[in-house]
């Protein structure tokens, strides 16, 4: 009789042990998101004044966006009580954030700036009176806090003129914006906007240095 109740007490163990650790059936396990960087929205209308878009035929050569730390990956950061900041564990950026960057500045430069003829390069490359545009991505945060959700986003920019050795403008131009919504997906787009944002402050102070 002892072993016929050892028998059945290790028999139902392992069932438990088995119930345990099974997956219910239907159930799915937690898989990242890609999230992409869209600043179309909001498009500024074209500059006033003596400066026409693309009037100015000088090149321009936007140089890789610099960054420090996590900023430099496709991690989105988030902050719980905006002093410190983690990475959102399956939430994504679907590229490098500084590559999306350059290409995004390009693309509204040409479409949007001054210059006819904007491309992505190292300083290196400028010739010909061409300028070079630098840009240091500073802060791209979520805050996630029920209370006081937003996001902030900042950026600084530099146009250099290697003829001349001389900045022709710099600025840092930071954009932060309150949130409804706590949600991944609403900072992601709220931060699409605050680049477009930012973008459209630079290329209304060029048309006022000239």
């Not at 693309?54 to 140089?63: L, Q």
């Not at 001054?114 to 979520?142: I, K, Q």
């Not at 950026?155 to 954009?175: I, K």
């Amino acid at each position: 009789m002892p072993l016929i109740r050892l028998a059945l007490v290790a028999a139902v163990c392992l069932g438990l042990a088995a119930c345990a650790t099974t997956t219910p059936q239907g159930s799915t396990e937690p898989r990242l998101t890609l999230h992409h960087l869209d600043v179309r929205p909001l498009m500024p209308p074209p500059l006033s004044g003596d400066r026409a878009v693309g009037s100015d035929p000088r090149a321009v050569i936007v140089t890789p966006v610099a960054a420090e730390g996590a900023l430099q990956g496709r991690a989105i950061l988030y902050s719980g009580d905006r002093i410190t900041t983690l990475a959102h564990p399956l939430d994504q950026w679907d590229e490098a954030l500084p590559r999306r960057l350059q290409r995004d500045l390009v693309a509204f430069l040409l479409t949007e700036g001054p210059f006819s003829n904007v491309v992505g390069g190292s300083a290196d490359a400028a010739a010909g009176g061409a300028l070079v545009l630098n840009t240091h991505l500073l802060r791209f945060e979520h805050y996630v806090a029920p209370s006081a959700p937003g996001i902030t986003v900042s950026l600084e920019l530099s146009l250099f003129d290697p003829a001349t050795d001389t900045v022709r403008l710099v600025g840092t131009y930071t954009e932060t914006q309150p949130l409804d919504d706590p949600s991944v997906e609403a900072a992601v787009r709220a931060m699409g906007q605050a680049v477009r944002r930012v973008f459209g402050r630079f290329v209304a102070d060029l048309s006022r240095v000239g």
